[in-house]
């Protein structure tokens, strides 16, 4: 009968950790998310080179859990957020730069409900002046900008983090008519 090795060596820093007869490949964390980092300049986006989810969020396991990479990416440079979202300032779900990352706030979620029409119409309609709204009128004057030019809802969303449905609302005029 063997027995178990109780020590592996880390596929990024090499150094060896206990791992209890479980190959996970790497000693902490940290070194599983910088082995498939591609880090760059400080204001480039650093790219997830491992498996993405089918909305391109870097995701790897680890011990049978699993974890977003832009997310470990921004809690071991910030520290742990709890419930709350990681979000994208670039248009680039797999970057795993802390600077281009952000926390969501619990306004992320009252923008959802106004996209799911939880809320009032006329509550709705006046966008900012509604506690919940995280865009500006700035924003979303942008926004239509990039609507008009085809850009994609979808990435839109993504980089002022809200749903899709929030983009949908401005970009069908539901919400923000007050906006010239
Ligand atoms: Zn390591
Ligand atoms: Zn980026």
């Not at 790497?26 to 498996?51: I, M, N, Q």
Request: contains cysteine; glycine residues 12%.
């Amino acid at each position: 009968m063997t027995k178990k090795r109780e020590f592996s060596t880390c596929g990024h820093c090499g150094s060896p950790y206990p791992c209890a007869g479980r190959r996970v490949g790497y000693c902490s964390l940290e070194c599983a998310l910088r082995s498939r980092v591609r880090v760059a300049g400080p204001d480039d986006c650093w790219l997830w080179v491992g498996a993405r989810n089918d909305r391109g969020y870097g995701q790897f396991r680890r011990f049978k859990t699993f974890h977003y990479a832009h997310r470990v990416a921004y809690e071991l440079a910030h520290g742990a957020l709890g419930e709350r979202q990681v979000c994208h300032r670039c248009d680039n779900p797999g970057c795993c730069n802390p600077a281009h990352l952000f926390p969501g706030t619990a306004r992320d979620n009252m923008q959802d409900m106004h996209s799911k029409g939880r809320w009032p119409a006329d509550r709705v309609a006046r966008g900012e002046a509604v506690g919940g709204s995280r865009l500006t009128e700035d924003d979303v004057r942008a926004i239509r900008r990039r609507i008009v030019a085809g850009e994609a809802l979808r990435a839109i969303a993504r980089q002022y983090c809200v749903s899709q449905g929030a983009i949908q609302g401005i970009a069908h005029g539901k919400t923000w008519k007050h906006v010239a």
